[in-house]
């Protein structure tokens, strides 16, 4: 059986993942829509017989798609979602999956409601320095954790305007609350500072702050604090690092450090993320076994309501409790 796959979104992250797609045993790249069908014709070029739209309608009422990937920027979320869900087509979609709580708690409504297969692209749960740090902290005790994500300003407009990103705390450091939660468990308080310190004197048109630090309460009892810069231009870094019971794990995506007494161990990382992401989600979509999804949409929703407890609390100046429930 040979998938038929669409893509919306003809940016960077649309077209890796047509690459990847196209590279893989019995799957065709099929359609793409874009913002404009110009945009669609320049990405759908490189694949024998893929079709460019610029309506989700029209490419769904023109093709018979297995499944769609969804690479659209944060604020470009919604209708593509759930005219997906309304059809019964698998998807999977970058993160974040919105830059409010109500598009998203409404397309997670619709998903469940049809049990729709579904998968988020928070590719650093499928990195080897991940899995790795999971199974070793089955006999650990996390008490602290930090982590960061540390560099300059994307050139995307997009990217550095509050109102379409939500800024680098949810479209991009994302990534870092996602990991923690996969390795330490859900959030319950989160309390956050930002601050605009340089980038919006270096570049034209930011609205989004450019340094900040969120500290978070978790269930499990230990305390958690992710900072983030949009504002260097040298030393950029990403990672997560667990203080427990015996020692510390650095969680990067080219590897993972054990530091125990006495004692540093380094386990580099050498599969690719974004392909063990892919596989699992078309595993999902040939078999009906979504065992290998690491991420799916309601999983999701609880790291973006992170994201958005944190731009709550950075306006406010208050705590923002969480309830597991909502």
Not at 49 to 76: E, G, H, Q, W
Not at 218 to 244: F, K, P, V
Not at 309 to 325: I, M, Q, T
Request: charged share 25%.
């Amino acid at each position: 059986m040979t998938l038929q796959i669409g893509l919306v979104g003809t940016g960077w992250f649309g077209r890796m993942h047509a690459e990847k797609l196209a590279a893989m045993e019995g799957v065709q790249v099929r359609a793409f829509c874009g913002s404009s069908i110009e945009k669609a014709e320049q990405a759908a070029r490189s694949y024998r017989d893929a079709r460019s739209y610029d309506a989700i309608t029209n490419m769904l009422d023109d093709n018979k798609l297995d499944a769609v990937y969804i690479c659209t920027p944060p604020f470009a979320h919604g209708e593509i979602e759930l005219a997906l869900v309304e059809r019964g087509i698998p998807f999977l979609v970058e993160k974040p999956i919105g830059i409010d709580e109500e598009t998203p708690n409404r397309i997670r409504i619709e998903i469940a409601r049809k049990q729709l297969i579904t998968s988020v692209g928070y590719h650093f749960r499928y990195m080897e320095s991940t899995g790795r740090a999971k199974a070793m902290l089955a006999d650990r005790t996390p008490v602290m954790a930090q982590g960061q994500w540390m560099g300059g300003m994307p050139g995307v407009y997009w990217w550095r305007n509050m109102a379409t990103s939500g800024g680098q705390f949810v479209e991009q450091t994302t990534h870092i609350v996602d990991m923690m939660r996969y390795l330490l468990g859900d959030v319950h308080e989160v309390y956050a500072a930002y601050g605009n310190v340089l980038a919006a004197q270096r570049e034209e048109g930011v609205t989004v702050p450019d340094v900040g630090a969120v500290t978070m309460k978790l269930a499990s009892g230990a305390i958690a604090t992710i900072s983030n810069t949009c504002a260097i231009r040298g030393g950029d870094r990403s990672g997560l690092q667990i203080y427990t019971d015996k020692g510390m794990l650095e969680v990067t995506g080219e590897a993972l450090i054990d530091f125990e007494e006495g004692k540093r161990t380094e386990y580099k990382s050498r599969s690719n993320p974004y392909q063990s992401e892919n596989e699992a989600f078309l595993h999902a979509v040939r078999t009906g076994d979504t065992s290998r999804i690491l991420s799916d949409y309601e999983d999701a929703w609880k790291t973006h309501r992170v994201t958005m407890a944190a731009n709550e609390s950075a306006r406010s100046g208050l705590p923002v409790k969480l309830h597991v429930s909502q």
